[in-house]
Nanobody, 124 residues
Framework: VQLQASGGGLVQTGGSLRLSCVPS????????VGWFRQAPGKEREFVAH????????YYADSVKGRFTISKDNAKNTAYLQMNSLQPEDTAIYYC??????????????????WGQGTLVTVSS
């Protein structure tokens, strides 16, 4: 299984980006989707999760109100819309597929498949 994450790039403070995640060999509707990020010199951290049904979403406090996670099962694509980007959002962003219970959505171990990451750089 491969997850193709794309949409990263260089953006100024306050700008927006939309990340996409496309799985090959798996149907997105069978999984919840998580986005994680890893900033230079830091551990990978949870960003957002959307349930398999697409009905419920969860966010890290640091991105709540600025980021929106969604999934289009018909297009087999998940998205992370990022608005009001700040320099501290600079990181490699990873998408992941899994079926974690709600209490595990922030844990990497709750996900079966991971993408290669896409770099987001926010300049001040």
């Amino acid at each position: 299984v491969q997850l193709q994450a794309s949409g990263g790039g260089l953006v100024q403070t306050g700008g927006s980006l939309r990340l996409s995640c496309v799985p090959s060999g798996r149907t997105l509707s069978d999984y919840g989707v998580g986005w994680f990020r890893q900033a230079p010199g830091k551990e990978r951290e949870f960003v957002a999760h959307i349930r398999r049904s697409g009905g419920n979403t969860y966010y890290a406090d640091s991105v709540k109100g600025r980021f929106t996670i969604s999934k289009d099962n018909a297009k087999n694509t998940a998205y992370l819309q990022m608005n009001s980007l700040q320099p501290e959002d600079t990181a490699i962003y990873y998408c992941a597929l899994g079926t974690p219970i709600v209490s595990n959505i922030r844990q990497e171990g709750g996900y079966y498949y991971w993408g290669q990451g896409t770099l987001v750089t926010v300049s001040s």
